[in-house]
């Protein structure tokens, strides 16, 4: 079974230029995470989702940050502008069923903002 | 910010010895999770324990929890140097599948 699928592993951008970053899940994963990871430091939540519906967000820079999960399977996040604070991993992760099961990351799409 | 702190920040010990890191959190939980994480991968992950759980393993792995300290210890044994990676603890407070994560540990297995 394959498992989380990010693209692009690796992205350069300058400044100000939109930047898209796609997931898809684990086939029958409700549950979808975006985290943002800088370097030497844990991943900090994003957005979560439970099917199509975004119930956490709570963290996400609204004013540059936006994301969507189409029929609830896979999803995108945009930047738009990026700034250079932004160059980190972005990370997806996706679980099953109720509170407390294990959440299955992908590999992670590495953003450079130069 | 961040639910969890990961202590010590980075371990060095020799193959076959045991590597012990711990977590504290700051509010109460329904479980709390360990990670590892290999030099520019994703996280996989290794040993989840409910609140109402002191003590579970899994293979050479170890994990206590104290609720009343809000804290949990990592136990590896008989370390190898694949080992090798970063660990976090993940906590779970809210009523879905939120986890947070902790500031990692680094840990070095020299052969």
């Known amino acids: 079974e394959a498992g989380v699928v990010q693209s692009p592993r690796y992205k350069i951008i300058e400044k100000k230029q939109p930047v898209a970053f796609w997931c898809n899940p684990i086939s029958g994963h409700n549950t979808l995470y975006w985290y943002l990871q800088n370097l030497g430091q844990g991943p900090e939540l994003l957005i979560r989702?439970?099917?199509?519906?975004?119930?956490?967000d709570s963290q996400l820079p609204k004013d540059r940050f936006s994301a969507e999960r189409l029929k609830g399977v896979d999803s995108t996040l945009k930047i738009q502008p990026a700034e250079l604070g932004d160059s980190a991993v972005y990370l997806c992760a996706s679980s099953f069923g109720s509170a407390g099961t294990e959440a299955f990351f992908g590999q992670g799409t590495r953003l450079t903002v130069v | 910010s961040q639910q969890g702190e990961e202590d010590p920040q980075a371990l060095s010990i020799q193959e076959g010895e045991n590597a012990t890191m711990n977590c504290s959190y700051k509010?109460?939980?329904?479980?709390l999770q360990w990670y590892r994480q290999n030099s520019g991968r994703g996280l996989v992950h290794l040993i989840l324990i409910r609140s109402n759980e002191r003590e579970k393993h899994s293979g050479r792995l170890r994990v206590t929890l104290d609720t009343s300290k809000k804290s949990s210890s990592l136990l590896i044994t008989a370390s190898r140097a694949a080992d090798t990676a970063s660990y976090f603890c993940?906590?779970?407070?809210?009523?879905?599948?939120?986890?947070?994560f902790g500031t990692g540990t680094s840990l070095t297995v020299i052969p």
């Open positions: 989702y439970e099917n199509e519906e975004a119930v956490d």
């Open positions: 509010t109460s939980i329904n479980n």
């Open positions: 993940a906590t779970d407070a809210g009523t879905g599948n939120q986890f947070y």
